[in-house]
């Protein structure tokens, strides 16, 4: 079945430690996406990727960074820099904004 | 820039009550709306979007969702409730063009049986 897997489910990091956030697509989307989910604040836009070998920055990437050296895979490296980065992550894919996204399960980051 | 406000948070209704959910964005252009809905312990999934043309849009388990352009709307209805519709639901928008959607902050319905 074509989809967007998330991995690991659950991360636990400890302060100063960067920790990277797998998300693959199979579904030969071009573009992806990281957001992130906190209570009440909705969904927010950390990077996206138009396409191979390049991203831009979302409304909040500062303390996160990306690759994207396939069109399958968008890592996600949330970095000590970030302050607060317990979270849940959201990958998602889709070829072209009007018709909506695919999303992932999620990854649920906890810093302890 | 794009923008988009859920105003209820939290919303509990009984098994057979009608549903509005309200969703106004802040954008004087093309715009492409969206709801999403995330059940308990399931991926965040379309429930149905509008584009272009009849502003009374059907989506998927009875829901549907009209635009009104001059009041910057769009609202998600359901005649008749359901345990099962008891989720998070999120409206978004992607001002035409530009390839980011900027989602609400979500409303959180709870269902009674």
């Known amino acids: 079945d074509g989809g967007i897997t998330q991995s690991p489910k659950y991360l636990f990091r400890k302060e100063g430690q960067n920790v990277t956030l797998s998300c693959e697509q199979n579904?030969?989307?071009?573009?992806m996406y990281w957001y992130r989910q906190d209570p009440g604040q909705g969904l927010r836009l950390i990077y996206y990727s138009q396409i191979v070998n390049d991203f831009q920055k979302g409304d909040i990437a500062e303390g996160y960074s990306v690759s994207r050296e396939k069109k399958e895979s968008f890592p996600l490296t949330v970095t000590s820099a970030q302050k607060n980065p317990t979270a849940f992550y959201l990958c998602?894919?889709?070829?072209?904004?009007?018709?909506?996204?695919?999303f992932g399960s999620g990854t649920r980051l906890t810093v302890v | 820039a794009q923008s988009v406000s859920q105003h209820n948070h939290h919303v509990i209704l009984s098994e057979a009550a009608s549903l509005e959910l309200g969703c106004n964005y802040s954008y004087g252009g093309t715009v492409n709306l969206f709801w999403y809905v995330q059940y308990p312990g399931q991926h965040l999934q379309l429930l149905l979007k509008?584009?272009?043309?009849?502003?009374l849009v059907k989506g998927i388990k009875g829901f549907e969702a009209e635009f009104i352009k001059s009041k910057f709307s769009f609202n998600l209805r359901k005649p008749s409730v359901q345990w099962s519709d008891t989720a998070e639901y999120f409206c978004a928008v992607n001002s035409g063009g530009y390839q980011k959607v900027t989602f609400g902050t979500g409303t959180k319905l709870q269902v009674i049986p």
């Open positions: 509008y584009f272009s043309g009849d502003p």
């Open positions: 579904l030969n989307h071009d573009a």
């Open positions: 998602a894919s889709g070829d072209r904004a009007v018709e909506g996204y695919t």
